[in-house]
C-alpha cells in the first residue's frame, strides 16, 4: 500500500460499501481522526491514513511548511503535489483491496488534509465525490492550471471552521 492506515470495517455487512478516507492535519498522525471512526455511520469504510514525512514525536505531514525571516510562511508545493498524487493512488488500492462502492468515496481532511483534499478532487476529478473539509481552504497554488470539463459527478465540498 502507498501509505500506512488504520481501518475501520464497516459495521453492517454491505457489498460494495462507501469509503470514507481520513486525513489529518500537519504534526499529527493516521490515530488523529481515527479516534471518532466508531461515531460514523455503521455502513461506511473508514480508512485513516498516515502522511508520509515523519516529523519526529509521531507526527506526520503531507508536505513541509516552511518559516524564515525574508520569506515568511510557505509550503513545500513539490512535496505537497507528490502527496496528492500519493492519495490517489492510495484511494484506488484501497478500492481494490476492500471492494468499496467507487461513486460513493468520501474525503475528509483536516487542515493540511483538508487542503491537499480540495486539490485532489480538482486534480483527479471523479475519483472522490464528496470532500469534507475541517478548518482548511482552496489553495491556488495547488490547482491545475485548466479545470476539467468532464467530471461526471458533482462534488460536494463542506468547510467547517474550527
Not at 475541517?134 to 497554488?141: A, D, F, K, M, V
Amino acid at each position: 500500500m502507498s501509505l500506512q492506515y488504520l481501518v475501520r470495517a464497516p459495521k453492517k455487512a454491505i457489498e460494495n460499501p462507501p469509503l470514507l478516507i481520513l486525513l489529518h492535519g500537519y504534526g499529527s498522525n493516521k490515530e488523529d481522526l481515527f479516534s471518532f471512526a466508531n461515531e460514523l455511520q455503521d455502513e461506511f469504510l473508514i480508512v485513516s491514513a498516515e502522511a508520509p514525512h515523519e516529523m519526529g514525536f509521531g507526527g506526520y505531514a503531507w508536505y513541509a511548511i516552511n518559516f524564515d525571516a525574508m520569506n515568511g510562511k510557505f509550503s513545500d508545493l513539490e512535496q505537497a503535489s507528490k502527496s496528492i498524487d500519493v492519495i490517489a493512488k492510495f484511494i484506488d488500492e484501497i478500492q481494490l483491496k476492500y471492494k468499496t462502492n467507487p461513486s460513493k468515496t468520501f474525503l475528509l481532511g483536516f487542515s493540511q488534509g483538508a487542503i491537499l483534499s480540495y486539490s485532489l478532487s480538482f486534480f483527479y476529478p471523479n475519483k472522490v465525490q464528496y470532500v469534507i473539509a475541517l478548518s482548511g481552504y482552496i489553495n491556488q497554488e495547488l490547482l491545475p492550471k485548466e479545470i476539467s470539463n468532464k467530471i461526471k459527478n458533482s462534488i460536494l465540498l463542506f468547510t467547517w471552521y474550527c
